[in-house]
Antibody, heavy 118, light 108 residues
Framework: QVLLVQSGAEVKKPGASVKVSCKAS????????IHWVRQAPGEGPEWMGW????????NYAEKFQGWVTMTRDTSISTAYMELTSLTSDDTAIYFC???????????WGQGTLVTVSS | EVVLTQSPGTLSLSPGERATLSCRAS???????FAWHQQKPGQAPRLLIY???NRATGIPDRFSGGGSGTDFTLTISRLEPEDFVVYFC?????????FGGGTKVDIK
């Protein structure tokens, strides 16, 4: 079955960076985009961008351009999302999700809690 | 950016009742690229409906979606105990992808 397994929770200080991983299994990694979405406590999801696993081409939401980087390692079917210059406003659960042209975000990782606190 | 506004914010109903959730877009959305997700506490969202009216794999037929243009609905025909959670609408046809703020269905 399709599974997206993310790395564990992180606690970071303001100004630091965080890198979250998302390992895919149960399908051909290159056949679907990987999206990153975050959700602050009590709020709706916020789309951050996507990466095309085969080519590495990315598309970031304008809000995150310049401080998010999405990469991938096709040899281990894993996508990464790195966010720099963290502030307390970046405290959220970060999800990866598979992107299907027709079905949208059809499978989600379990989420990674990133807490930014001094 | 397509802004999605969900209503109501909270819907209080009893098990067995019918639930109708609304999502209004700030501009017309291609109905091929409109979805609903369900989110249980402490879990990731789960895709319920894609392409406005297609149920995702394993989703029971009490869930149905409809609408077009700027107005979309999710209907749960008879609420089961596990349905009392949060629902988000999403459009994925235009970048940036956007989500609604959510509707919480709680027990009356």
């Amino acid at each position: 079955q399709v599974l997206l397994v993310q790395s564990g929770a992180e606690v970071k200080k303001p100004g630091a960076s965080v890198k979250v991983s998302c390992k895919a299994s149960g399908y051909t990694f290159g056949d679907f985009y990987i999206h990153w979405v975050r959700q602050a406590p009590g709020e709706g999801p916020e789309w951050m961008g996507w990466i095309v696993p085969n080519s590495g081409v990315t598309n970031y939401a304008e809000k995150f351009q310049g401080w998010v980087t999405m990469t991938r390692d096709t040899s281990i079917s894993t996508a990464y999302m790195e966010l720099t210059s963290l502030t307390s406003d970046d405290t959220a659960i970060y999800f990866c999700a598979r992107g299907s042209v027709t079905q949208g975000n059809d499978y989600w990782g379990q989420g990674t809690l990133v807490t930014v606190s001094s | 950016e397509v802004v999605l506004t969900q209503s109501p914010g909270t819907l209080s109903l009893s098990p067995g009742e019918r639930a109708t959730l609304s999502c209004r877009a700030s501009q017309s959305v291609d109905s091929r690229y409109f979805a609903w997700h369900q989110q249980k506490p402490g879990q990731a969202p789960r895709l319920l409906i894609y392409g406005t009216s297609n149920r995702a794999t394993g989703i029971p037929d009490r869930f149905s979606g409809g609408g077009s243009g700027t107005d979309f609905t999710l209907t749960i025909s008879r609420l089961e105990p596990e349905d009392f959670v949060v629902y988000f609408c999403q459009q994925y046809g235009t970048s940036p992808l956007t989500f609604g703020g959510g509707t919480k269905v709680d027990i009356k």
